[in-house]
């Protein structure tokens, strides 16, 4: 018997809206612990937003977002290796 009830799904423009905001704010903390002096939280923060936006690029399928993210993981990633 079909139900008379709409399921609300998500879409995948807004799961990429929610996501954007997400780690924008992420990223956002993350300036805010470098402004503060508060290491390696500040690290921490910009991975998870740099992440975020990386799949925020795949769900727009925009190659340019996913390549700046994606240049912007590794070298974080080679810096706190080095450090």
Do not use: C, E
């Amino acid at each position: 018997m079909p139900s008379d009830a709409v399921v609300a799904q998500a879409s995948p423009a807004r799961a990429a809206f929610a996501l954007k905001w997400a780690a924008s704010i992420i990223q956002i903390f993350g300036y805010a612990a470098t402004g503060f002096g508060w290491t390696p939280w500040n690290l921490y923060l910009f991975l998870v937003g740099v992440i975020g936006w990386f799949a925020v690029g795949m769900l727009w399928n925009d190659r340019a977002i996913m390549l700046i993210h994606i240049v912007a993981f590794g070298a974080m990633i080679a810096g706190m290796s080095a450090a």
